[in-house]
């Protein structure tokens, strides 16, 4: 199908406007320099500037899963990360944009002093309740929104990283800007690299580009965390999901789904412990382009990327797509 039609269909969906507007799809001269004479073109997509609470990809997901029919009448949202979570800081960028209060769920002791995305929880108002493990995250939002009924009020529960069958259709628009930014070529594959962890974001670009009809789009998605398979597993349902709001219920769904690689081969020690090749990645993109990602999530997407180049495994006719997903603020955490 066509842009317009995408739109139309995603007009079903009303979101709360929080993108800045369409973000810039920029080459990378430099760096495909840097990276040598075989290096296939490069483009960076710069989803950073999305603009709204420090930017990155929460906004997007976000618009959705703060649909205005999902905040009516709702005093409080309610939401889980790390102590430094970028979806934790937008979500209370977008409570305050809304004019409701914020708690956050937050696994794990937030630094004192504050720094980083912590430091802007407290700057947005938030208010932060502490549990010690991931398992106790979902109990505690349940009992602080029965908390806020008690008190009059109504709180709305934002999922670990708005990765929802809704909040993914954020990224079937970002599908939609890249298609119309970067139109097919006759045999010219475009690899596009993003970081990826709750799943949101890549099943809103696999549900995106199945509809656009991009055959030439292979998704390789670099996770931060999760292991590789249960990453595909999750982001399939997802786009599957996201599929069915877009009303696309009769359709083999699985079988219209881009290709997709995910690698788990950049975690190293673990999720926001840096690695050898996500720091030479971070100055890379620092040093050739001007470009800051962060150590938590992009770098370990552009480590990914830095090591498929090199290893050659795509045509120099090809075309390389990174997608910043931002994370600014964890540089200084
Ligand atoms: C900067 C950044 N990039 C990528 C991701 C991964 O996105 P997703 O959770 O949609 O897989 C996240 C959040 O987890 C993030 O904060």
Not at 54 to 77: A, F, Q, S, Y
């Amino acid at each position: 199908m066509t842009s317009d039609e995408l739109f139309a269909l995603l007009e079903a969906h009303p979101r709360t406007h929080l993108v800045l507007g369409r973000t810039p799809l920029v080459t990378a001269p430099r760096m495909r320099g840097a990276l040598g004479p075989e290096t296939p073109e490069l483009y960076l997509k710069l989803d950073e500037e999305t603009g709204f609470g420090l930017g990155g990809n929460k906004v997007r997901k976000l618009e959705h899963e703060l649909g205005p029919t999902r905040v009516d009448g709702i005093t409080h949202l309610i939401t889980t990360g790390g102590p430094q979570s970028n979806h934790c800081r937008v979500t209370a960028a977008a409570a305050a944009r809304l004019g409701l209060g914020c708690l956050l769920v937050i696994n794990g002791d937030v630094p004192d002093p504050p720094t980083g995305n912590a430091l802007l929880y407290e700057i947005l108002g938030a208010k932060i309740r502490t549990v010690m493990s991931r398992a106790e995250r979902n109990p505690a939002m349940e009992d602080e929104a029965k908390r806020i009924a008690k008190a009059g009020g109504q709180a709305l529960i934002v999922p670990l990283g708005a990765s929802t069958s809704l909040g993914a259709l954020g990224y079937v628009r970002a599908a939609i800007e890249i298609h119309e930014q970067l139109p097919m070529t006759r045999d010219r594959d475009v690899n596009l690299f993003l970081a990826s962890s709750s799943g949101g974001t890549l099943a809103g670009l696999m549900a995106g580009f199945a509809l656009l009809d991009r055959p030439d789009i292979h998704l390789v998605a670099v996770s931060a965390d999760v292991p590789a398979d249960d990453l595909l597993d999750t982001a399939s349902d997802l786009a599957v999901g996201a599929l069915a709001r877009l009303g696309q219920h009769e359709r083999e769904l699985e079988t219209i789904l881009p290709r997709v690689d995910v690698a788990d081969d950049q975690v190293g020690k673990g999720y926001g412990i840096p690695t050898e090749a996500s720091g030479e990645a971070l100055d890379l993109f620092a040093r050739s382009e001007g470009i800051l990602v962060d150590p938590v999530y992009t770098a370990k997407a552009a480590a990914g990327m830095v090591a498929a180049v090199r290893e050659g495994r795509f045509p120099a006719g090809d075309r390389i797509v990174f997608l910043h997903t931002g994370g600014h603020p964890a540089l200084f955490a």
